[in-house]
């Protein structure tokens, strides 16, 4: 009788390891199958700081499609770059920023919408002060010669009058305003095709307007030796 409950109790004992073993495998094989629908975590390269990264393509639609990005320098105590909703304006992304106490926002189109990309340059009261001063000492030349009107001499020929704002941006000795031409003006210079016509007239609602011909120069895609081919051809009022 002794032997047969021995008996009894080694096949419980044998019949409990086999329970455990098949709950422990079913477990892992669960675990297991639950790990493969997730994605990878790459260590070297397709992850940073343990997270997990988005494809190229789908992570670039998402960003371009919900937010935009700019880049605000100049007179704010924040610069760098700022995302922004679709539909925000120039003021949403210097408002971020932090203006400074010298910035000077009424040379600003704080009401432009922004576009993605864009660079912001909110420009200083000591900038402008420059940039008046350096235009104040660029001698304009007349539009014709004024000597002999000057002297009252008989039968000098008028001078032509000077090269003032004419509608549409165009002076009267054909000369485009930078800070009044539109595209269709814009496009008449050599080298400026629509897109960049368009940069300039952005660059201008973004940042006031231009206070020497120079301040071309900043516009993207404009560097000194296109400079050089339309400088005669431009001018500022």
Known sequence: MQLEKRH????LIIAAFILFGAGYKYALIKEINSAGDKPLVMS??????GREVSP???QGKTAGSGEIVVHVVGAVQKPGLYRLSPGSRVGDAVHQ???TNDSALDYLNLAAPLEDGRQIVVPSLEDIKSRQSAAAAVPQKP?????AVASGLPGAAPASPPAYAAPGGTGSAGKINLNTAGTA?????PGIGPALAQRIIDYRNQ???????????????IGDKRFEQIKDMIFIN
């Open 207 to 221: 940042n006031g307007p231009f206070m020497v011909p120079e301040d071309i120069k900043n516009v993207s895609g």
């Open 56 to 58: 190229a393509g789908e």
């Open 143 to 147: 539009a014709g010669s004024v000597g």
């Open 185 to 189: 003006e814009l496009e008449k210079l």
């Open 44 to 49: 070297a390269g397709g992850a940073e700081n």
């Open 97 to 99: 920023a932090g203006p």
């Open 8 to 11: 009894q109790l080694v096949l």
